[in-house]
């Protein structure tokens, strides 16, 4: 699948809640799935593939074979601050610090529509909280300073004509 790139606008659509888990979701769900190893990246939210579904897929193990597969995800608990460098795949080449909750409980569904929480710290942690903001259309960039911003909006459009 092909991975929106900042600032395309349709990232910030914002993605509805999955209703019906069926053979389509869980290809829509393998696919995302091989183009977050393919990128390669640690998170991928539908929203990023021009999806407006309540997705996300995520791989944090070391030899890319535990993928957490969250579907509806709402943050239900916090705690703490973190402080954690963020890349994304929508925006190439930039690593950023973003403030975020340091614990999180989940709640979503996996793909059979069975729900489930999850605990988590740490990069997972960030990763998520990362995802769910994209389902909501926000970007982390977005959280940075006007001047940061304005200096990534420079390179992303430079990133864009020497693709052309
Ligand atoms: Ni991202």
């Known amino acids: 699948m092909k991975i929106l790139q900042y600032p395309d606008e349709r990232l910030h659509l914002v993605a509805s809640r999955v209703d019906v888990f069926d053979e389509a979701l869980k290809t829509l769900v393998s696919d995302m799935l091989e183009t977050m190893y393919a990128a390669p990246g640690v998170g991928l939210a539908a929203t990023q593939v021009d999806v407006q579904k309540q997705i996300i897929v995520t791989d944090l193990s070391e030899n890319r074979d535990k993928p957490v597969v969250l579907i509806n995800p709402e943050i239900i608990a916090t705690s703490g601050r973190s402080y954690i460098e963020e890349g994304c795949l ?30 988590a710290d740490g990069l997972l942690s960030v990763c998520i909280q990362h995802e769910i903001d994209h389902l909501k259309g926000k970007v982390f960039v977005e959280y940075l300073s006007r001047l940061k911003q304005t200096r990534i909006l420079a390179k992303m459009k430079k990133l864009a004509r020497e693709r052309m």
């Open 90 to 119: 929508s925006v190439p080449g930039i690593f950023e610090s973003v403030e975020r909750a340091e614990n999180i409980t989940v709640s979503a569904r996996n793909q059979d529509g069975e729900p489930f929480e999850i605990r």
